[in-house]
């Protein structure tokens, strides 16, 4: 099995730097030979070219507003949109720039092309304020860091060890 963990975010907008800096963290260590991290940072189309190495699962980290408690972290089975079901005019407005590719984008524009993986997983952090424009995140988010690695890790270990979860 072959994993590509993709770190993204901007981390010009604070708690949005998160799945930069799950990313960054993880290159600095070991990790199995089996799990392939890259920083995306928020080059959306980086992703897809990145995905066309192949790969059996890509879970991707991301500061993701879900309603929850700021700081809390989610993982989250992800259904990719098929831009073939869509028409024309909704296909041309989600896809029209890709510099503006928000991992959804990136994760559709893969699976268009057929090097989207079977197993799609989210690994992502409710922010306090991911719009914003200034550097460093918040307490509560760069706490949850460490709690986002430990996850990355047990999915990793879930995908290798063939649990379904």
């Known amino acids: 099995m072959k994993i590509l ?14 799945g930069v800096e799950v990313a960054n963290r993880l290159l600095s260590r070991d990790n199995p030979s089996e799990m392939h991290v890259v920083e995306t940072g928020i080059a959306g189309i980086q992703l897809v070219q990145d995905l066309q190495e192949g790969f059996d ?15 809390m972290v989610m993982t989250i089975d992800y259904d990719v949109i098929d831009v073939h079901e869509l028409d024309h005019n909704t296909k041309y407005d989600l896809l029209a720039d890709m510099h503006l590719a928000t991992p959804e984008r990136s ?21 306090v304020d991911a719009d914003t424009m200034h550097l460093g ?11 986002a690695i430990v996850e990355v890790d047990r999915c990793v270990a879930s995908l290798l060890s063939g649990s379904p979860s």
């Open 5 to 18: 963990v993709a770190g993204v975010g901007n981390v010009l907008r604070g708690d949005d730097a998160f």
């Open 57 to 71: 699962a890509v879970i991707v980290v991301d500061t993701v507003d879900r309603d929850r408690e700021p700081g």
């Open 107 to 127: 994760l559709m524009v893969a699976r268009a092309i057929g090097v989207l993986p079977p197993i799609v997983r989210m690994v992502a952090v409710q922010p």
């Open 137 to 147: 995140m918040s307490a509560v988010v760069e706490g949850a860091v460490d709690v």
